[in-house]
Every structure is written in structure tokens, then in C-alpha cells.
């Protein structure tokens, strides 16, 4: 559990991960060949780290597999390496990578929330803009007005297509291919959402969308722009500084201290940031928080205040997830993950 799977864990847990499948690779090089013991060391190994961290055993998955010849990576056929596979089906009875991958819990789709979708790609086509992105909240329908912050520019949606699962070939592990709940009876709430006329052009929260846009200049849209709705009352924010919790990497070579310059990222955007005040900072097993440290080291938790060298569509991590949760990072490595609390100005 050091270096990178460590450093992995902990930027999981910073930016909200819940869920865990851990791939335990090479096992077909271990001695013996395929060990039930080797993969019971590493597995707790990684499962003490993840615990400690304060992720839930019940959410974490462990599953044996060979990257090189495939064994337990996918449903059993071609197989290269039969003899693996049967060793390995000796004792471990459990799913393969994929199906465990299959086996997330959905996350919930925040539909009753104002519009947020992130904007990934920019294309023009005529007249009309295609963006493409991630609806992280709300829903949005050809004929919506729109407005493109931070740009403040308003649009209209021409047309909508967003991306569309498959349940063929799912796996018995995936929720893909579990029935709808019954609802006391009612037919309605089983469908899916395809079979909804009214939402044939409609992208809701968790889809990936497709929408073209008039009524904008080209020119002033780009990834890490964020469409919303029109009301002002329904927009995000739009500043330069805000407090914000802060999880400090354990192998941070250089302390941080008040006036610290970094690199926050954000979704798809990187902007140069200051550190301008420490309020407190907290190690774990600590009675209480130490207000106004003079530096932050590894393995702390603390609240800052950062002022941003531009402004940027943020908001509080209650509010909106992935417009709240950042990292922060320093000559090209990472010394902080954080959630924003308070938008200041």
C-alpha cells in the first residue's frame, strides 16, 4: 500500500468515490501459480488502507485476474490459458472483472436539481455549435433556452441526443439486467427511459449529451464551460475565491504554508491558484481542529481559503459534486484534494 496505489485511494476518497472494484494482477506469475494465499495477503493489505480511509468492506470487491492471457478479466471462452482458468476456478468462485464492474451501485441521478452540464468538447457546424459533455444535474430538451457561464451567453437548444446503454449481454452481476421494481403495480415506472416518449429528446442527469446550439458564437464556448438555465436565480456562481476542505497527500516532500502557489484542476480545466489562508487544520485522532496553522503537512485535513487567478463556474459541494470537488497540485504532483464549503467572492 504505498506510492501509487496509496496515492490512488486517497484521491478516490477526496473526490467522492464510494465504491471499489481492486483487480489483484499477475497472479499466474505468483509461486505457487494462481495462490489462494498470495491473493488473501494482498487483500488485506488494500482492504486495512481502504477501511482506514473510511471506505465500506460491503463496497469493496476484490477479484483475482491476468492481464496477459485474460484469465477471469471476462466471461469464460477462447480461452489462452485453460489451465490457469481451472486452477484458479479451484477456489475462487466469485465474478470476473467485468461482471464486478457491472455490480456498481448506481449513483443517484439528480433530476429535480437546476441544469449543469460540463462541457467536454466544442464543435461548430453552420450556424449551430454541438457541445458535447456531461449532464451532471437537471435535464435538458430541444427547445430549452440556455446560458453558457462563465460567458454569460445565452442559446437555444436545437436538438438533443445522448449516449444509450445496452442491457444485451449483461452480466448476472449487473444491475443492466435486473428487473425494475414493481412500484405497487404500476407499469409506468417500469419503463425505461427510451420507451418514454416524452423524453426521446430530452438528456437528464448522468447521461453523456450531445446538443446543438443557436444563437451563440462559437467563439465563446470552450471545454470547462458549464450550460445551465437561464434564470439567474437557477445559475451557478461565478468568483475567484472560496473555502474549502482540504485532504493533504501523506508523502507531500514540501509543506504547504500561507501564499503557497498550485495548480487547481477541476473537472476539465486546470487554473493557477493561491493559497491565501490557512483556518485550521486537524491530524487524525485529534481532540479538536489547531486554528491558523502556520504550515500544512502530510496526512492532514484542513480548511482554507483559495483565491483563483481567474474567475470560475464553482459551487458549494452540497449543492452541485462536481462543481464543489477539486485537486490541487504542485510541480506536477498532487498535495491536496478538497471540496468547496463557502463561495466567498
Not at 437546476?114 to 468538447?121: A, G, H, M, Q, Y
Not at 462563465?150 to 452480466?171: H, L, Q, T, Y
Request: proline share 5%; net charge positive.
Amino acid at each position: 500500500t504505498c506510492g501509487q496505489t496509496r496515492e490512488h485511494i486517497i484521491l478516490s476518497r477526496g473526490l467522492g468515490v464510494t465504491q471499489f472494484v481492486v483487480a489483484v494482477n499477475k497472479l499466474d506469475v505468483a509461486e505457487p501459480s494462481w495462490g489462494k494465499d498470495r491473493f488473501e495477503y494482498i487483500k488485506s493489505l488494500i482492504l486495512d488502507f481502504l477501511k482506514e480511509n473510511g471506505f465500506k468492506e460491503k463496497r469493496i470487491t476484490f477479484v483475482p485476474v491476468s492481464g496477459l492471457t485474460g484469465v477471469n478479466v471476462s466471461k469464460e471462452g477462447n480461452m489462452e490459458d485453460e489451465q490457469g482458468w481451472k486452477a484458479l476456478r479451484r477456489w475462487y468462485k466469485g465474478p470476473t472483472l467485468v461482471e464486478a464492474l457491472d455490480g456498481f451501485m448506481p449513483a443517484k441521478r439528480e433530476f429535480e436539481k437546476p441544469l449543469r452540464v460540463i462541457v467536454t468538447d466544442v464543435s461548430s457546424e453552420g450556424k449551430n455549435v454541438t457541445v458535447r459533455g456531461r449532464v451532471v444535474q437537471g435535464f435538458v430538451r430541444t427547445g430549452d433556452g440556455i446560458v453558457v457561464l462563465p460567458v454569460g451567453d445565452g442559446a437555444n437548444v436545437v436538438n438533443v441526443e445522448r449516449g444509450k446503454a445496452s442491457k444485451e449481454g449483461a452480466s448476472p452481476y449487473s444491475f443492466a439486467a435486473a428487473p425494475a421494481p414493481n412500484n405497487g403495480g404500476s407499469q409506468s415506472a417500469e419503463k425505461h427511459v427510451d420507451d418514454i416518449p416524452e423524453l426521446q429528446n430530452c438528456a437528464l442527469a448522468g447521461d453523456i449529451v450531445e446538443a446543438t446550439l443557436s444563437g451563440i458564437d462559437p467563439a465563446r464556448i470552450s471545454p470547462g464551460c458549464v450550460v445551465c438555465h437561464p434564470h439567474i436565480s437557477l445559475r451557478p456562481k461565478v468568483k475567484r475565491k472560496f473555502e474549502a476542505r482540504v485532504l493533504v497527500m501523506e508523502r507531500l516532500a514540501v509543506p504547504i504554508i500561507r501564499g503557497s502557489q498550485v495548480l487547481l484542476h477541476m473537472h476539465s480545466i486546470d487554473v493557477p491558484a493561491v493559497l491565501n489562508k490557512l483556518v485550521s487544520s486537524e491530524k487524525r485522532g485529534d481532540a479538536q481542529p489547531r486554528q491558523n496553522p502556520r504550515v500544512l503537512t502530510g496526512g492532514v485535513t484542513a480548511t482554507v481559503e483559495i483565491t483563483l487567478s481567474e474567475k470560475l463556474v464553482i459551487e458549494e459541494s452540497n449543492e452541485c459534486k462536481s462543481l464543489g470537488r477539486f485537486v490541487l497540485r504542485r510541480g506536477g504532483d498532487t498535495i491536496a484534494v478538497g471540496l468547496i464549503d463557502k463561495v466567498l467572492g
